[in-house]
């Protein structure tokens, strides 16, 4: 977590000069304690065992700590949050909503028999014959598990050779579970950030999203703030966005969506219950002027919203991914980066030891760049060619 939404957050309440309690189930951040100055207290909590959790509250509690606010930037914990917060009676986002865009099944179910939806099929162990069977008829699909997150356990299957093999891979891995199968949307796709404020639903960006596709997997490697959203395609949009987030009951609280548009329609690829990771804030702060992430808890501690953006400049974010898998030995070019044209921020992930991979999932994104332009065509171009510029070297 060295950066990303949970981070800013993290910094931004310390700045607000709030106590920051970190509960977390990753033992490396524990061990890093002193990576995090930002925050005041840090619990190791298995934070899937509810009665954990609550007990990590009550010990804040009995140490006299006064709770403001329970909030989370991270599947699968934004329910939970929410739920602890109405738990300890506290301003709480919208906890019932929170929960059913945490699972990608439940998202369809709350979709069905509106435009929104593509076609879909659930598969299990119980009926995977059946299935396929019969998927030649639907192909190209998406195979996605139904609580996955970060493009983890979502395939791309264009044959029924594909969906054959993921189907057992993810079968394999949640024997248990559930797998939905839906029909490839074929168009560009789109992230929409969402703020609802005691029920007014207010969109705050739009960003276009480039798109690879490495060994069957979606890997997003660009982002464009789109600065010109008042298209009629971009207005119907945010019509159905508002539609969308009012059919999930969503009163209070952030979401994001996932759309993609085909035969002048949109249709939702997922919805997740909180801001985008990675470095969307910070394409926000550049590019609008607004710190998304600070409004998310100016939300949840009931003080005043700001959403109005401060400006209006062409934002292009572009990550680095790689070819080959190795063990980093050094990194060149950050300086040249740096003093690139446009270049507003550079993050770069790993450290020298580090084992990297071709991009499976979003984590294998190892760097990104952030840079503006007079267009969006520029702001792109600039990031583009800022990025090539830094080289990861291997053992």
Not at 70 to 89: H, K, M, T, W
Not at 280 to 292: E, R, T
Not at 357 to 366: F, V
């Amino acid at each position: 977590m060295k950066s990303g939404s949970s981070r800013d957050a993290l910094r931004v309440a310390n700045e607000m000069g709030y106590v920051t309690c970190l509960l977390t189930k990753n033992m490396d951040h524990i061990q890093k304690r002193d990576e995090f100055p930002e925050v005041s207290i840090m619990y190791y909590v298995d934070l899937d065992y509810l009665p954990e959790v609550r007990n990590a509250i009550m010990t804040l509690k009995v140490q006299n700590h006064v709770i403001y606010a329970i909030v989370s930037f991270v599947d699968p914990y934004c329910g939970l949050a929410a739920q602890l917060s109405e738990e300890n009676r506290l301003d709480s986002f919208t906890a019932a909503a929170l929960y059913k865009m945490e699972n990608k099944l439940i998202t369809r179910e709350v979709l069905e028999n509106t435009p929104y939806n593509p076609r879909y099929l659930v598969v299990n162990s119980q009926n995977r014959d059946a299935v396929e069977k019969s998927i030649e008829a639907m192909l190209p699909v998406v195979l996605k598990y139904v609580e996955s997150n970060g493009s983890r356990d979502v395939y791309l299957c264009k044959g029924k050779e594909d969906f054959c093999r993921y189907l057992s891979t993810l079968l394999r891995n949640y024997p248990r579970g559930n797998v939905l199968v839906e029909e490839l949307i074929d168009g560009p796709q789109v992230i929409v950030e969402v703020l609802v404020n005691n029920e007014i639903t207010n969109i705050i960006a739009i960003i276009e999203q480039e798109i690879l596709i490495n060994q069957n997997h979606f890997i997003v490697t660009g982002y464009n703030l789109v600065i010109d959203d008042e298209t009629e395609k971009y207005q119907k949009l945010k019509q159905d966005v508002k539609t969308i987030v009012k059919q999930f009951g969503l009163k209070h609280g952030p979401c994001h969506l996932e759309m993609r548009y085909f035969d002048n329609e949109w249709k939702v690829i997922e919805i997740n219950p909180r801001i985008s990771g990675g470095g969307m804030n910070q394409l926000l702060l550049i590019g609008l002027g607004l710190n998304l992430v600070k409004e998310t808890i100016n939300l949840a501690l009931e003080e005043k919203v700001d959403l109005e953006p401060k400006q209006k400049t062409p934002t292009f974010a572009k990550y680095l991914t790689i070819k080959k898998s190795g063990i980093l030995a050094r990194i060149t070019g950050k300086n040249q980066v740096i003093a690139s044209p446009g270049v507003q921020f550079v993050y770069i992930k790993p450290r020298r030891g580090k084992k990297l991979y071709p991009p499976l999932n979003l984590g294998n994104r190892y760097a990104y760049v952030i840079a503006t332009g007079e267009s969006s065509e520029e702001a792109k171009e600039n990031a583009h060619k800022a990025l090539e510029k830094l080289k990861f070297h291997f053992y």
